[in-house]
T-cell receptor, first 118, second 112 residues
Framework: NAGVTQTPKFQVLKTGQSMTLQCAQDMNHEYMSWYRQDPGMGLRLIHYSVGAGITDQGEVPNGYNVSRSTTEDFPLRLLSAAPSQTSVYFC?????????????????FGEGSWLTVV | GQQVMQIPQYQHVQEGEDFTTYCNSSTTLSNIQWYKQRPGGHPVFLIQLVKSGEVKKQKRLTFQFGEAKKNSSLHITATQTTDVGTYFCAVPRSYNTDKLIFGTGTRLQVFP
């Protein structure tokens, strides 16, 4: 079972370049999300999706686009990279339940993508 | 919106000493989750707490949910070098939703 797979693991971009971080999960999870992690800032939600064809903004969406054409895939696009987007990016997935569940809704993370914008 | 504070930001301990991290919310929580991230790794789910005053144990780790369901703690007894990493709490963005926000984390360093 691969779980959550994200690529690339490392990337260096020049300011103004565009790129896509790929994310795929094989657990048939409805809910997928992208976080960025910066020193001392914890994990901040960029965008999320509750199912194919549905996306929404998180806490820090500016400069990023997402789409969800299939249940499995949730790519993150940087349209014009800026140095402020230098960060570690994590894709995550989980079951989506609107109501409180005693069994929990564990988030499974990918291994991360280290992005540097110069 | 929901805010969650986690303290301390860093903790250095000698191997064998105890360690505690605290997570505090401005609002009542339906549940709280704890994650561990090893250096260079990704966050991994540890546990979820649901009930007021709940206490759960995993070997040397003890997790507690406050009576008012606004705070939680993670206590490690007799730390080992394998406990090194950053511990995050995660809480629902609003009551009774599965969409989580994460605390800023506590980075634990254990010296042998």
């Amino acid at each position: 079972n691969a779980g959550v797979t994200q690529t690339p693991k490392f990337q260096v971009l020049k300011t103004g370049q565009s790129m896509t971080l790929q994310c795929a999960q094989d657990m048939n999870h409805e809910y997928m999300s992208w976080y960025r992690q910066d020193p001392g800032m914890g994990l901040r939600l960029i965008h999320y999706s509750v199912g194919a064809g549905i996306t929404d903004q998180g806490e820090v969406p500016n400069g990023y686009n997402v789409s969800r054409s299939t249940t499995e895939d949730f790519p993150l696009r940087l349209l014009s990279a800026a140095p402020s987007q230098t960060s570690v990016y994590f894709c995550a997935s989980s079951w989506n339940r609107d109501s409180f569940s005693l069994s929990g809704n564990t988030i499974y993370f990918g291994e991360g993508s280290w992005l540097t914008v110069v | 919106g929901q805010q969650v504070m986690q303290i301390p930001q860093y903790q250095h301990v000698q191997e064998g000493e105890d360690f505690t991290t605290y997570c505090n919310s401005s609002t009542t929580l339906s549940n709280i989750q704890w994650y561990k991230q090893r250096p260079g790794g990704h966050p991994v789910f540890l546990i979820q707490l649901v009930k007021s005053g709940e206490v759960k144990k995993q070997k040397r780790l003890t997790f507690q949910f406050g009576e008012a369901k606004k705070n939680s703690s993670l206590h490690i007894t007799a730390t080992q070098t394998t406990d090194v990493g950053t511990y995050f709490c995660a809480v629902p963005r609003s009551y009774n939703t599965d969409k989580l926000i994460f605390g800023t984390g506590t980075r634990l360093q254990v010296f042998p």
